[in-house]
Nanobody
Framework: QVQVVESGGGLVQAGGSLRLSCVAS????????GNWYRQAPGKQRESVAG???????KYADSVKGRFTISRDNAKNTVYLQMMSLKPEDTAVYYC?????????????WGQGTQVTVSS
């Protein structure tokens, strides 16, 4: 069974750092593209960062210069390194991967990991 699982969330003080991991597993697959989203209480889910198969990255303006998305193809893992965290970064962070399985591509979401930044 194919699944995408996030980890690495937690409670951190403002100015601190966390690294989130997103692992895709369960079949012979390749991550075409990986994206991180977040959803704060009472707000809509928003895009945070993305990385495509060629390694090109994109970021929301609110996290540029503080967050870095990367990938390890051998481990089928996408990372989100978060630095200089602010209380407004508090949210549930979700990973979405476009996975190539056989001749087809599928979109999978993880269950989310909570990031809480205290002031």
């Amino acid at each position: 069974q194919v699944q995408v699982v996030e980890s690495g969330g937690g409670l951190v003080q403002a100015g601190g750092s966390l690294r989130l991991s997103c692992v895709a597993s369960g079949s012979t697959l390749t991550i075409n593209a990986g994206n991180w989203y977040r959803q704060a209480p009472g707000k809509q889910r928003e895009s945070v960062a993305g990385i495509n198969s060629g390694g090109t990255t994109k970021y929301a303006d609110s996290v540029k210069g503080r967050f870095t998305i990367s990938r390890d193809n051998a481990k089928n893992t996408v990372y989100l390194q978060m630095m200089s965290l602010k209380p407004e970064d508090t949210a549930v962070y979700y990973c979405n991967c476009d996975l190539k399985i056989g001749d087809y591509s599928y979109s999978y979401w993880g269950q989310g990991t909570q990031v809480t930044v205290s002031s």
